[in-house]
Nanobody, 125 residues
Framework: QVQLVESGGGLVQAGGSLRLSCAASGRTFSSNTMGWFRQAPGKEREFVAGISWSGGSTYYADSLRGRFTISRDNAKSTVYLQMNSLKPEDTAVYYC??????????????????WGQGTQVTVSS
């Protein structure tokens, strides 16, 4: 059974940092693009960041570039999202996702078919 399990969420003050982790089990995603999404209360799920299978290419939502950094460790089957200078508007449930297509050339074209259960991030003002 394929599982993506997020961790690292929590409550943080504005200006603080958090690092989210996403551990894959059941199969390896070392050949697949991985991504992070988020959904705030009353809003649609939005793309945050994606990373190529090798880790050599990344893609970010324009509004988040510079504050968030996605990375991966294929040996650990884990993807990370480092979030700095957090703002109250970053409050959301953050989801990890995996592209079902291997060795995709362009991160921004990934189709995410596997999803984690999400981890809550709350930023207080």
């Amino acid at each position: 059974q394929v599982q993506l399990v997020e961790s690292g969420g929590g409550l943080v003050q504005a200006g603080g940092s958090l690092r989210l982790s996403c551990a894959a089990s059941g199969r390896t995603f070392s050949s697949n693009t991985m991504g992070w999404f988020r959904q705030a209360p009353g809003k649609e799920r939005e793309f945050v960041a994606g990373i190529s299978w090798s880790g050599g290419s990344t893609y970010y939502a324009d509004s988040l570039r510079g504050r968030f950094t996605i990375s991966r460790d294929n040996a650990k089957s884990t993807v990370y999202l480092q979030m700095n200078s957090l703002k109250p508007e970053d409050t959301a449930v953050y989801y990890c996702a995996a592209d079902s297509f291997a060795y995709r050339a362009l991160v921004r074209t990934a189709r995410y078919d596997y999803w984690g259960q999400g981890t809550q991030v709350t930023v207080s003002s």
